[in-house]
C-alpha cells in the first residue's frame, strides 16, 4: 500500500510518500520532495501550476491514500487565506484522481507518530527515523515541509481504517 502525506502551502508544499507491508510497522520511505510556486504569479496561477504538479506526482506514484493536514492559523490571515485555497486544491485533485484522504489536526499528528501532541519538530524527525529505520543525518538537509509530509504519511500507515481492513483480510 502506497501512502501519500501533503503538507499544504502556497509558496512550498511537501509530499512524502511511503510504501507499508503487510503489517503496521512493515514501512519504507519511497520519496519526500516539495512542490514549489513562483511567488511572482498571481494566486489563480500559482493554484493551477500546484494542481498539475500534483496530478503529475499522484499519476506516476499512484498513492492509495492521501494524508492532507488540517490547517491551524493563529495569526495572519492573508497567509491562511492562501494556505487554505492552496489546500481545497490539493484535496479537489486528490478527489479527481481518485485518491482516499485523511485529515488530521497538528495534535493528532504528533501524537500519533511520538506519542506527545505537544512534540516539537526534532521529536518529531527523530521519531520518523527510528519508525522508518533511517540513518542519524536523515532529514538533516530536508525542509520541514518535507519532513512534515513523512509524518503524514506514517500518520495514514497507523491511522487508516481501510489499511487495518486490508491487513486482517
Not at 110 to 138: C, F
Request: hydrophobic fraction near 45%; charged fraction near 25%.
Amino acid at each position: 500500500m502506497i501512502i501519500l502525506g501533503i503538507d499544504p502551502g502556497l509558496a512550498t508544499i511537501g509530499l512524502g510518500l511511503i510504501e507499508r507491508g503487510t503489517a503496521k510497522n512493515d514501512l519504507r520511505l519511497l520519496d519526500c520532495c516539495t512542490i514549489e510556486t513562483a511567488k511572482g504569479f498571481s494566486l489563480p496561477a500559482r493554484l493551477k501550476e500546484l494542481a498539475g504538479d500534483l496530478r503529475g506526482f499522484l499519476r506516476e506514484h499512484k498513492p492509495d491514500l492521501a494524508v492532507v493536514e488540517k490547517l491551524y492559523f493563529q495569526t495572519n490571515v492573508k497567509t491562511a487565506m492562501d494556505v487554505a485555497a492552496a489546500r481545497g486544491v490539493i484535496l479537489l485533485t486528490l478527489a479527481e484522481e481518485g485518491v482516499e484522504i485523511l485529515e488530521p489536526t497538528p495534535l493528532e499528528l504528533k501524537s500519533a507518530v511520538t506519542g506527545d501532541g505537544r512534540a516539537d519538530k526534532k521529536q518529531v524527525s527523530d521519531m520518523l527515523r527510528h519508525i522508518l529505520h533511517l540513518p542519524e543525518n536523515a532529514f538533516a538537509a530536508e525542509r520541514d515541509d518535507t519532513t512534515d509530509a513523512v509524518a503524514l504519511a506514517v500518520y495514514g500507515a497507523v491511522s487508516s481504517t481501510k489499511l487495518n481492513t486490508i491487513i486482517i483480510q
